[in-house]
């Protein structure tokens, strides 16, 4: 028999170190796993509560800038509630890192448009450090994931125009404030826009697509990586695709049920992909030529 | 490898009893309903040899309906991989055609090892069918009645005695220690087993060409009111699913025994039922019936064969006996060739 089987299924401890309240029902988790693990933008981990469940999270944090793995999770069901009931200090489970992540040497020196839709943001996050950190020429070697600061590889080229377009429902609702500013400071271009405005709000209002007139980036040489509820995601594809940008340099995360991670379950099966390891990043082109969204 | 003997039919039952000493026996036996299963040997001479396909298929012992996969305590996580040694006795060559998919699908880049560590310690004894039931339609895709690879032992009953073809090391291994009960086969050994083969071909009822359908069904024509009308007719048993060989959708779930311990398990679910897709926030992408069982089709007809170059179905017939709606395999693929969805 072999003895070099991997425990796939078997999940590594994590501790919780640090918990931040981001919003009512969004809290991050900076969580420590006993073995350090590479890993890169748009991948995901499943997330484990010893007799609670598991659930796939994305990893918003960047490896090489962030001490901890980092999970923005809200807080929709069984297992998300669960997760946000841990105090600091508890264990987890956690298995991965899994799935494609972003794959971003093609953006080198191109414009490059995010768009997050709420919890969205999570997945572009781990991007959006990862691209501001990392001056480019971008290599296409980024996409074994983001190199330290000291990297040759972040040694001086030209950037394209950076621009994000982030809608949340209320203004309680927008993650990451502290650091849309240090986007901000960084030479990003940001509309910040809310379904519900409340009084104070002086901002932007309504769905992001309605904001799409508003870009600074060239479309027609335009890399988007756009994340969000599926509604938003299908809208934004479009409308982009309408506008003029390739099909293949519109980039989502699909979200699928998913049960192990790993393309075994068939819960994240669609149009012959598993969303999984296939995926979870599929470009607009892709998504239409595999038929992605069931038949 | 490929390596042939012939065994006197009164040397089997000495044989197995000896291996049954080193391993767990499972053969086809008399359930309690009167039906033909496979489970564990206790009398020898109760196996049941000349019997129809088995339900459920095989890929019980494999990927079983429920397992438990690792306990969790404050201790820690304790891993229940099972790795006992099992001869599998009796089993179809449609079967052995399909666990070798189940193979390629549980190995890959992420290897399963709750799979792999049954199948490695499992031997398999396939007996060509020298009597197809009239279910079976595997004579159109060359995953039997008989085959020439892919087994790790395959029997072809002769008669008075068996033509024993060893395809694997893992078959070898049963083998080598009891070389005495096995003498080397004649010419006329092979004859006799051709014509079983061509007698077994002769005997089928169903005819049924799966590339037809594929091909149908990347043509375009096949429009959605066709599987509009096979969705009406499912059930949403998930039988199936459940019978099929070559499924392997399972969920995952915790179970508690105190407030501190308990168990991850697996358990077989199926594509089929409503809440396979559901999301958090009521985001539920197969909801429709119609996507449901047109993906089941899609996966057996198109992905697979994109995925592995073979067909996501051995036509074992199971199925067909199976389902309620008699939306099976074999009839769909039939209506889709004559380009209608009546009865
Ligand atoms: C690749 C990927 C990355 C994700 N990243 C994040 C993230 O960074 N932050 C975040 O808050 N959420 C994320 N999600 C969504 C998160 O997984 C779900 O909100 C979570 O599974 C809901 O589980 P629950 O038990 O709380 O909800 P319930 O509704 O009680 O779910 C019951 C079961 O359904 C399944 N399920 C329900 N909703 C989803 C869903 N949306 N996706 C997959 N399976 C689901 C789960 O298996 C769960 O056990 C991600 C999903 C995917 C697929
Ligand atoms: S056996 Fe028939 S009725 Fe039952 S789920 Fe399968 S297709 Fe539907
Ligand atoms: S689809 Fe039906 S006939 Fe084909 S292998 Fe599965 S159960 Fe057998
Ligand atoms: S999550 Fe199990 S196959 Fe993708």
Redesign the pocket.
Known sequence: MRTDLKEIYLPLKARVVEIVDMTAD?KLFRVMPEDAFNYKPGQ?IMVSLWG?????????STYGIHEYVE?????????????HCLKSGDIIGIRGP??NGFTIGKTKGKDILFIAGG?GI??LRSLINGVLQTTPPFNSSLDKGIPPLNSPLNKGGRRGVLQLIYGSRNPSDVLFNDELNTWQKKGMHIILTVDKKDTAWKGNTGIVTKHLNKLRVTVKNAHAFVCGPHVMIDAVMRDLSSMGMHEDNIIT???????C?IGKCG??YAGGKY??TD??VFSYGEIKRYNLKWP | MKKDMILEKSNLSYWLRQLRKEMLLIGPMHGENGDIVLKTVENIHEIVLDCPALIPSPKEFLFPQKEEMFGFSTEGTKNYRNSKRRLIFGVRSCDVSAIGLLDRFYGGKFIDDYYTARRENTVFISVGCNKPDPTCFCNGLGTGPFLSSGFDIQFSDLGDRYLVEIGSEHGLSIVKKFSHLFSKPQKSDYDDQYEAILSSHAMFEKRINLENARQKILSGSVEDSFWAGVAERCFECGGCVYECPLCTCFN?IDRKYSAIEGVRLRNWDTCMFRGFT????N?WPAEKKIMRTKRWYFHKLLYYPEQFGRFGCVGCGRCTITCPGRIDMATIAYRLKVGNNED
Not at chain 1, 52 to 60: A, L, Y
Not at chain 1, 71 to 83: F, N, P, Q, W
Not at chain 1, 253 to 259: D, G, N, P, S, Y
């Open positions: 969004v995901f609670v469940g598991e659930v796939p999270i994305s990893i918003t999970l923005c999770i809200k807080r929709v069901g069984h297992v998300t509630s669960a997760i899994f799935g919890i999570a997945p995360t699909l979200e699928a049920h998913m049960k991670g819960h994240c969303i999984c995926g979870p | 995952v559901k999301m958090a926030v985001v």
